[in-house]
């Protein structure tokens, strides 16, 4: 069987946009912004649902060819997309914040009647998981996955390609050029070591990552959203993976994987 190749448009028309009130963390059909999930909803309350966080910064499209390898029983799913990625708004001057897309799962959930799920988290998001777990949850999470995600404050780094000169002023204005031209975002990327040291990404596969990324004035986020390393910093009692383990105290199966050689 050929390799099915899922492009960004193909991947954002197999969901939908809805209202979501950040103030208030709730969706909301008069929310004064859009947010963009892809969900299989279920008439059975008490299925497990699998909820699946992304990355920085390609948002939920960094899913699209795991999605169609997954069993058909691994359902219903919920793919989550933060303000400032993908098809959901990219408000300018948004307060961009690990606490802010913690808010939004719980809002999905709440809007999804979801009573227990898996999570799955990739990259940057394994911080929205630990905020979550230091919650009162209403949902009862059943097991987490963490895939690639800087759990320890103090070690968390990332090569000054990416991270580091994304958010610099020089990060700003290259955020601009991206959105003008995919050319500049393919030569960065392919320089960022973004991928294991085997995985060389052609310019078709970057081109719809491109595409996924500047949906909607999108390429702003890689400037404006590039702050998670030093948030985790500023937060690192609260979001302490090894005190959060110990309090959990088994309840909770934790996994962690990491693919490439670097931690996100």
Do not use: C
């Amino acid at each position: 069987m050929g390799t099915v190749w899922v492009t960004a448009d193909e991947w954002f028309a197999g969901g939908r946009r809805i209202g979501y009130d950040p103030e208030h963390a709730r969706t909301d059909d008069a929310g004064v912004l859009k947010v963009f999930e892809r969900a299989t909803p279920t008439a059975d309350a008490d299925a497990v649902w699998l909820t699946m966080l992304p990355g920085f910064p390609d948002g939920s499209y960094g899913w699209a060819q795991v999605d169609h390898l997954l069993p058909d029983s691994l359902r219903p799913r919920l793919y989550v997309e933060p303000i400032g990625q993908g098809d959901s708004d990219k408000p300018r001057r948004y307060p961009h914040s690990t606490a802010g897309r913690a808010d939004l799962v719980e809002a999905l959930w709440r809007h999804h009647g979801v009573r227990r799920t898996v999570v799955v988290t990739f990259d940057y998001s394994s911080l929205a998981l630990l905020e979550l777990l230091r919650r009162d949850l209403e949902p009862t999470i059943e097991a987490v996955f963490i895939m690639n995600g800087g759990l320890f404050a103090d070690a968390h780094t990332h090569p000054w390609r990416g991270t580091p000169i994304l958010r610099s002023p020089l990060g700003a204005l290259g955020a601009r050029g991206i959105q003008r031209s995919v050319v500049p975002f393919v030569k960065g990327w392919q320089q960022a070591r973004m991928y294991s040291r085997d995985y060389h990404p052609g310019e078709a596969e970057l081109g719809e990552l491109w595409s996924a990324l500047t949906r909607r004035d999108g390429a702003r986020f890689l400037h404006d959203g590039a702050g998670f390393v030093q948030e985790h910093r500023r937060n690192a009692d609260r979001w302490d993976f090894a005190a959060i383990a110990r309090s959990l105290n088994g309840s909770i199966p934790l996994y962690v994987g990491m693919l490439t050689e670097e931690a996100a």
